[in-house]
């Protein structure tokens, strides 16, 4: 779950952005925060972070904490008290309203001359190579896989069907983020070529 929230100043007279708003805080300033499952996680979320070309991303200096349900002018003097102000920033947070667009790829091939299980296995082993996730499969029946690249997540689902004339056909749709969907159409497209040709 990524959780990204805007913060203007609360002490140096900056008007505080509207709850909800999209549009950059007074400072272009946004918290990000990650939460993630396990180490593979961890590490693609901070890989992204480190490498982003646009703005400036830094870690938090210091400790921070999130605080809700207090008199922040109270807490600040006592702070203040323990540590010189110039150590010490605070900021309102609002929830940012935003979502990740989801991007969709889609592969329709048909094979002549080649059996259903032929086309299994090479989706099988495609699954495998990129270390795909099996997820069982869909309330249609097709099978559902995870995968994780370095161009992002993605699920996978497929559906191969036996059609007349000997000809069998595959249908895929990858759902994800950012480059990956693509990414693994191509990949995809071209093992296939080279397991069923």
Not at 58 to 85: F, H, N, T, W
Not at 147 to 175: C, F, M, P, S, W
């Amino acid at each position: 779950m990524c959780e990204s929230v805007d913060a203007g100043r609360r002490r140096d007279g900056a008007p505080r952005p509207v709850e909800g708003s999209t549009e950059m805080s007074e400072d272009g300033a946004y918290l990000v925060v990650v939460d993630y499952e396990d180490e593979r996680e961890r590490k693609r979320a901070e890989y992204l972070l480190d490498n982003w070309e646009d703005g400036t991303i830094e870690s938090l200096d210091g400790m921070s904490r999130v605080v809700r349900d207090v008199d922040i002018d109270e807490l600040y003097d006592q702070l203040a008290a323990k540590v010189p102000e110039e150590e010490l920033s605070a900021y309102e947070l609002n929830r940012v309203d935003t979502e990740a667009t989801q991007v969709q790829a889609t592969i329709d091939e048909t094979f002549d001359d080649v059996e259903a299980e032929r086309v299994e296995w090479a989706m099988e082993s495609i699954m495998k190579k990129r270390k795909a996730v099996d997820q069982g499969s869909t309330t249609d029946g097709e099978s559902l896989w995870a995968v994780y690249t370095k161009k992002g997540r993605a699920e996978i689902q497929y559906d191969i069907r036996e059609r007349e004339q000997n000809t069998v056909r595959l249908h895929v749709v990858i759902d994800g983020f950012g480059e990956a969907p693509e990414f693994l159409r191509e990949f995809i497209e071209e093992e296939i070529g080279y397991m069923i040709a």
